[in-house]
């Protein structure tokens, strides 16, 4: 295990881009923006009293659902958890759509009934997330268990944090999708805390992927701030997924720059956090790093990279003023809704 991926210091690898075309790298550049400026308005938005409900924003973890995305099928089935904007978003970067369902408006993805924790967009293949830690793990393993049926080359994608992999019933769902040979994917975003506990704090290993050896899975553990390394890495399993070869774990190290919920980078759940590992953690910017390898290579410039972030905060702008505009859903169909077959 490479101790190395848990120490942003020690870990500085550039992000290799050869092999990548401009076109390719803008468009991975340009969602892990759109991303992180939809939640770093929403942060804002929160801290101003604008949304009720809570947000758990995943900035500083891009590259993850950005570079796993990537090789996904609209007909593939993803399923998320309380913090899925952004497995969201890369499936189908349509922020306005999230920002009226965190405002409770009929506009948004989930018609404003779910908020922030409950989105579902099933014509790209977002199955759904939940509050529920690890709540939707067993479902994932469902529609994986659904795609063998109809004999389909779709695949599941059961997005899991460190915290997740405590429960129970994640462990069920490995053992079951290896005796079932599914086809599934488990992403495992490590950001090194569930709410305010660092991982040293419940586990004897900072690593989690190693439960996959207990139920003889493959997995891979992976710098998660390195959107190339986890888009190459994750076609190459994806693929063998989808070629009936079974299921799979993929460890994603990466950290949140907000704390467990909400706009504060100070606060963890009532505890103070690090300001130092929040700094070091900076400078391992998913964006930062690739937009600076990009400009290693000369394809690409601080000019060209302002004006992707002034066309991108536009858009943001008029998006968000647009949902604060729309209407709330009517009272009545909250039965229509909320138990419903759409
Ligand atoms: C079954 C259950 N237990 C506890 C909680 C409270 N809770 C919400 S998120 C969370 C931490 C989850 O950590 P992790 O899986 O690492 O995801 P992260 O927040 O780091 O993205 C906890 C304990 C919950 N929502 N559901
Ligand atoms: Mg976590």
């Known amino acids: 295990m490479n101790k190395n991926l848990i120490n942003p210091k020690n870990f500085q690898q550039p992000i290799l881009t050869k092999g990548n075309s401009l076109y390719e790298l803008k468009k991975f550049l340009e969602l892990m923006l759109i991303i992180r400026k939809t939640e770093q308005q929403l942060a804002l938005a929160k801290e101003k009293g604008l949304i009720i409900g809570p947000v758990h924003l995943s900035v500083g973890q891009e590259a993850i659902s950005v570079g796993i995305s990537k090789n996904l099928k609209k007909t593939d089935r993803i399923f998320g958890n309380h913090r899925s904007h952004s497995h969201l978003l890369s499936l189908n970067p349509n922020f306005y759509k999230l920002f009226a369902?965190?405002?409770?408006?009929?506009?948004?993805?989930?018609?404003?009934m779910g908020g922030s924790m409950h989105l579902y967009d099933k014509n790209h293949g977002f199955y759904g997330s939940t509050p529920i830690v690890a709540g939707t793990v067993s479902l994932a393993v469902g529609a994986a268990i659904a795609a063998t049926k109809s004999?389909?080359?779709?695949?599941?994608?059961?997005y899991i944090g460190d915290g997740a992999i405590e429960e129970g019933v994640v462990h069920e769902c490995f053992n079951l999708a290896k005796m079932l040979k599914l086809p599934i994917l488990f992403v495992i975003e490590n950001n090194l805390f569930a709410s305010h506990m660092h991982i040293s704090t419940r586990q004897p290993s900072e690593f989690t992927s190693r439960f996959a050896e207990g139920n003889h899975l493959p997995y891979k553990l992976l710098d998660g701030n390195n959107v190339i390394a986890v888009y190459e890495n994750s076609k190459k399993i994806i693929s063998k997924i989808r070629d009936g070869n079974g299921p799979a774990i993929l460890e994603l190290i990466t950290f949140r720059w907000y704390g467990h919920v909400d706009w504060r980078?100070?606060?963890?759940?009532?505890?103070?956090?690090?300001?130092?590992d929040i700094q070091d953690w900076k400078k391992r910017d998913p964006i930062k790093r690739l937009s600076q390898s990009m400009i290693n290579s000369k394809l690409w410039s601080l000019k060209k990279q302002k004006e992707l972030n002034d066309k991108i905060d536009l858009k943001i702008k008029i998006a968000w003023d647009k949902a604060m505009k729309d209407p709330f859903p009517s009272t009545d169909s909250i039965h229509k809704y909320v138990y419903s077959k759409d």
């Open 151 to 158: 004999k389909s080359k779709d695949i599941s994608v059961s």
């Open 265 to 276: 980078e100070d606060i963890d759940v009532g505890v103070k956090r690090s300001q130092k």
């Open 101 to 112: 369902e965190i405002l409770g408006k009929k506009s948004g993805f989930s018609k404003g």
